[in-house]
């Protein structure tokens, strides 16, 4: 069994703070066996952090979420970034074209990209996998919608920490069933609905501070990039 978090943000989110060396260092002193970093629209620093992982006695799975036209798709397991707003559909298609696995996070909460708003249950049902415990949910009733239409169809389900900042990554942990410390046994345990889920939520303190810094890093942003 391999304990692993699978939606972490990096600073190369536009709204994360810490940089992989972080992750990687909060992920091994919890005692986790993976770590995923998955930022938004951006592979570079997961790449990095799945090279540095065996450092900190980690599998580093390469990664990132995808902001496609319906709303967020954690692509795991890929080498080269999905191009953003593309559908929902081809976003999928695009990712198990690098053998990657796609989840679905957060589905059922539309103010956090949540992809329902977009697509239909049945589109949904296409995913390899569905996040159904992430830990920044201010209510548990997302978290149990989504546990409930996993169970339905018979899908995978997967827990993250949707960590902003490194003292949450393993805040939430999809235990993997496979005794095998690689990103494809990982991936293909996932595959096979070989999980369980783990969490806890993130203090509601820390869930604003980390709106509220995403918030003032894309105000930043815009005028660096107005300026240019």
């Not at 592979?43 to 496609?68: K, N, Q, W």
């Not at 999980?195 to 918030?215: D, L, N």
């Amino acid at each position: 069994m391999q304990s692993v978090e699978l939606h972490a943000h990096s600073s190369l989110s536009y709204d994360g703070r810490d940089p992989v060396e972080l992750l990687l260092e909060q992920a091994s002193g919890v005692g986790l066996d993976a770590l995923a970093v998955t930022d938004h629209d951006e592979i570079d620093a997961s790449l990095r952090a799945a090279e540095l992982a065996p450092e900190y006695g980690l599998v580093g799975i390469p990664g990132m979420e995808v902001t496609c036209a319906a709303g967020h798709v954690l692509a795991l397991g890929i080498q080269e970034a999905i191009p953003p707003h593309l559908p929902f559909d081809e976003t999928l298609d695009r990712i198990r074209e690098q053998d990657g696995l796609a989840v679905v996070p957060h589905p059922f909460q539309e103010s956090r990209h949540g992809v329902l708003e977009h697509i239909s249950k049945d589109e949904l049902a296409t995913a390899d996998a569905i996040e159904v415990y992430n830990s920044r949910l201010l209510t548990g009733r997302s978290n149990r919608q989504a546990e409930r239409f996993a169970r339905r169809r018979g899908l995978p389900m997967t827990a993250g920490s949707d960590a902003h900042i490194a003292e949450m990554v393993g805040q939430a942990v999809t235990n993997v069933g496979t005794d095998e410390r690689t990103v494809e046994a990982i991936l293909d345990a996932i595959r096979e609905g070989k999980t369980t889920v783990e969490g806890k939520r993130t203090p509601w303190r820390i869930s604003f501070r980390q709106a509220a810094g995403g918030a003032k890093r894309r105000v930043k942003n815009g005028i660096a990039e107005l300026l240019q």
